[in-house]
């Protein structure tokens, strides 16, 4: 009797369940280790597998002008689990791809469990696979618990790199005040559902905007632990606080920005706007966009009551903050996210060092189709990086730089990462879209 093919992806969340997805459909056995509920995290609140801690927001699905978009069409069309089940339960949110949290979770579920080749193992791996014979992809994420990444360290030797990334807060949609509060997007820019009013927002004036700034500034955030004190922030996800103190006007060129906004119940435009998105799809919930924060919870529930709207609101989630984790990936992983001193370990995920939703998933993706190719004993490139998922995979195997002593970071996908126009005549839009268009032919070249 053929021995089945399998292989082992250890962490659920979006990182392993892509790859769990891309191996199966490979037709490969998958055995997937979760450890919760056996042992918890400080951002999670459910057992479920792809679990949305921060945000719900996939961020703009514009594949024309925006990279992450460009991203979004690429994973589909390479057969996502992460975007189908993303594109199945989406929520309105302008411009932006947003998901109902909780059925997202239960669509990937679905799908893996729809395998009979799919196997979900309850369990805390507290050692590193040491065998030759069969193929570990490491997908444990940024919350990779304490045993597990001392036995990480022990196998690369490497100090792991950590950053905070921090939970904004959710705010239950009947306890808003209507009378101040509208519902637009920015700009009236329409989302994927054609909504053009995706939006809840909360104007301040300028006397307002200065009050909540001041108390932001003068109340303490929740003291770090020791070993958190020289742990950075990642710079797309800072608390507002942080913001807040770098400048008296830098939460109104952030994520309060008044810009594309017009309160229809005044002519004065805002100083300042609180932006509010859906967070469900029974829109009973809407988290505060932008407003991840380390204030604590008797302060939050203080300073934004000040916010016009939101006197009397209520919360079902305040805001939170934890410590992520990732490897030195440049300096470790191959072309193909293998451990160079371990051919029989990948790794997937936030934990290379790549920074949100997508592009976790994303590189789970390319961790799941290397691996596929490597057991079906097939020859795999990685895909150009004239697309975005190329470019992405690029920078973590590569760190993107030149100078090898450069400290690597998180990063989000971007336009920087994938190769420029070199028609100097072509404008910002123009190029973006040529650029997207180019990535799209060549990952479906790469594809076929």
Same mark, same amino acid.
């Given at each position: 009797?053929?021995?089945?093919?399998?292989?082992? =992806?250890?962490? +659920?969340? /979006?990182?392993?369940?892509?790859?769990?997805?891309? !191996? *199966?459909?490979?037709?490969?056995?998958?055995? $997937?280790?979760?450890?919760?509920?056996?042992?918890?995290?400080?951002?999670?609140?459910?057992?479920?597998?792809?679990?949305?801690?921060?945000?719900?927001?996939?961020?703009?699905?514009?594949?024309?002008?925006?990279?992450?978009?460009?991203?979004?069409?690429?994973?589909?069309?390479?057969?996502?689990?992460?975007?189908?089940?993303?594109?199945?339960?989406?929520?309105?949110?302008?411009?932006?791809?947003?998901?109902?949290?909780?059925?997202?979770?239960?669509?990937?579920?679905?799908?893996?469990?729809?395998?009979?080749?799919?196997?979900?193992?309850?369990?805390?791996?507290?050692?590193?696979?040491?065998?030759?014979?069969?193929?570990?992809? =490491?997908?444990? +994420?940024? /919350?990779?618990?304490?045993?597990?990444?001392?036995? !990480? *360290?022990?196998?690369?030797?490497?100090?792991? $790199?950590?950053?905070?990334?921090?939970?904004?807060?959710?705010?239950?949609?009947?306890?808003?005040?209507?009378?101040?509060?509208?519902?637009?997007?920015?700009?009236?820019?329409?989302?994927?559902?054609?909504?053009?009013?995706?939006?809840?927002?909360?104007?301040?004036?300028?006397?307002?905007?200065?009050?909540?700034?001041?108390?932001?500034?003068?109340?303490?955030?929740?003291?770090?632990?020791?070993?958190?004190?020289?742990?950075?922030?990642?710079?797309?996800?800072?608390?507002?606080?942080?913001?807040?103190?770098?400048?008296?006007?830098?939460?109104?060129?952030?994520?309060?920005?008044?810009?594309?906004?017009?309160?229809?119940?005044?002519?004065?435009?805002?100083?300042?706007?609180?932006?509010?998105?859906?967070?469900?799809?029974?829109?009973?919930?809407?988290?505060?966009?932008?407003?991840?924060?380390?204030?604590?919870?008797?302060?939050?529930?203080?300073?934004?009551?000040?916010?016009?709207?939101?006197?009397?609101?209520?919360?079902?989630?305040?805001?939170?903050?934890?410590?992520?984790?990732?490897?030195?990936?440049?300096?470790?992983?191959?072309?193909?996210?293998?451990?160079?001193?371990?051919?029989?370990?990948?790794?997937?995920?936030?934990?290379?060092?790549?920074?949100?939703?997508?592009?976790?998933?994303?590189?789970?993706?390319?961790?799941?189709?290397?691996?596929?190719?490597?057991?079906?004993?097939?020859?795999?490139?990685?895909?150009?990086?004239?697309?975005?998922?190329?470019?992405?995979?690029?920078?973590?195997?590569?760190?993107?730089?030149?100078?090898?002593?450069?400290?690597?970071?998180?990063?989000?996908?971007?336009?920087?990462?994938?190769?420029?126009?070199?028609?100097?005549?072509?404008?910002?839009?123009?190029?973006?879209?040529?650029?997207?268009?180019?990535?799209?032919?060549?990952?479906?070249?790469?594809?076929?």
């Amino acid at each position: 009797m053929k021995e089945q093919k399998s292989v082992t =992806i250890i962490g +659920g969340g /979006l990182a392993g369940c892509e790859a769990a997805w891309q !191996l *199966l459909n490979a037709g490969i056995y998958v055995k $997937l280790i979760e450890m919760r509920p056996i042992k918890s995290t400080p951002a999670h609140s459910t057992d479920n597998l792809c679990e949305l801690v921060c945000s719900n927001s996939f961020r703009s699905d514009d594949k024309c002008n925006s990279a992450i978009g460009l991203l979004h069409e690429e994973m589909r069309l390479c057969n996502s689990i992460i975007m189908k089940a993303a594109d199945t339960t989406k929520v309105p949110a302008g411009s932006a791809l947003a998901v109902d949290r909780n059925k997202f979770s239960q669509i990937v579920e679905e799908n893996l469990y729809s395998h009979k080749s799919f196997e979900l193992i309850r369990s805390e791996q507290t050692t590193i696979p040491k065998s030759n014979k069969e193929k570990f992809i =490491i997908a444990t +994420g940024p /919350l990779t618990s304490e045993t597990f990444s001392k036995e !990480l *360290l022990k196998l690369t030797g490497e100090d792991s $790199l950590d950053f905070f990334d921090a939970i904004a807060p959710i705010i239950y949609k009947d306890t808003i005040d209507f009378s101040k509060a509208w519902y637009q997007s920015r700009y009236d820019k329409p989302g994927p559902s054609g909504n053009n009013a995706a939006y809840i927002n909360c104007p301040l004036d300028e006397q307002q905007y200065n009050s909540f700034i001041k108390e932001i500034c003068t109340v303490e955030s929740i003291p770090f632990k020791k070993w958190e004190k020289e742990t950075p922030y990642f710079e797309g996800c800072l608390p507002i606080e942080v913001m807040a103190e770098r400048g008296k006007e830098t939460l109104r060129y952030g994520p309060m920005k008044p810009v594309g906004l017009s309160n229809p119940r005044s002519d004065i435009k805002p100083h300042a706007v609180v932006q509010l998105r859906q967070d469900n799809e029974a829109a009973t919930m809407y988290n505060m966009v932008g407003f991840q924060t380390k204030l604590s919870h008797k302060d939050q529930i203080r300073i934004f009551s000040m916010i016009p709207g939101l006197e009397k609101c209520k919360f079902a989630r305040l805001g939170g903050i934890h410590r992520n984790t990732f490897i030195n990936s440049p300096l470790l992983l191959d072309s193909t996210l293998r451990l160079k001193k371990s051919k029989n370990l990948r790794f997937a995920g936030q934990i290379t060092g790549v920074e949100g939703y997508v592009e976790s998933a994303a590189i789970g993706l390319l961790a799941g189709k290397f691996l596929a190719a490597e057991i079906s004993s097939y020859e795999i490139k990685p895909p150009p990086k004239t697309t975005a998922l190329g470019s992405l995979l690029n920078y973590v195997v590569n760190g993107g730089l030149s100078i090898s002593d450069i400290r690597y970071q998180p990063m989000n996908i971007n336009f920087g990462l994938i190769p420029e126009i070199p028609n100097k005549k072509l404008k910002k839009k123009e190029k973006r879209e040529t650029i997207s268009k180019l990535a799209l032919s060549d990952l479906n070249i790469w594809l076929n």
